[in-house]
């Protein structure tokens, strides 16, 4: 069983900053794409940005420039630096891998149970 646990969220003021992690943990054999999505109240999920397993990302237009994504592969760990924080970020924010069991090689797509961040004005 593979797990995604996410954390780092929490309120705070516009143009603040957070940091958000994403562990994964359990039977992985090797992990692909990793990426964030969020959904804001009433909204569909979308994808903030996501990362290969060799280190090439990409990102929703509305967080270029203010988020970044890393990755320590080592630990098997997804980052997303978040910078200059609009109230319209606000939203849980979900952790997705792409990944292979280890053992069986089944490619599987695991989801975190998610983080809310919130922006105040």
């Known amino acids: 069983q593979v797990q995604l646990v996410e954390s780092g969220g929490g309120l705070v003021q516009a143009g603040g900053s957070l940091r958000l992690s994403c562990a994964a943990s359990g039977s992985i054999f090797s992990i692909n794409t990793m990426g964030w999505y969020r959904q804001a109240p009433g909204k569909q999920r979308e994808l903030v940005g996501e990362?290969?397993?060799?280190?090439?990302?990409n990102y929703a237009d509305s967080v270029k420039g203010r988020f970044s994504i890393s990755r320590d592969n080592a630990k098997n760990t997804l980052y997303l630096q978040m910078n200059s924080l609009k109230p319209e970020d606000t939203a849980v924010y979900y952790c997705n891998a792409g990944l292979l069991v280890l053992g069986t090689l089944r490619p599987v797509e695991v989801w975190g149970q998610g983080t809310l961040v919130t922006v105040s004005s």
């Open positions: 990362i290969t397993s060799g280190g090439r990302t």
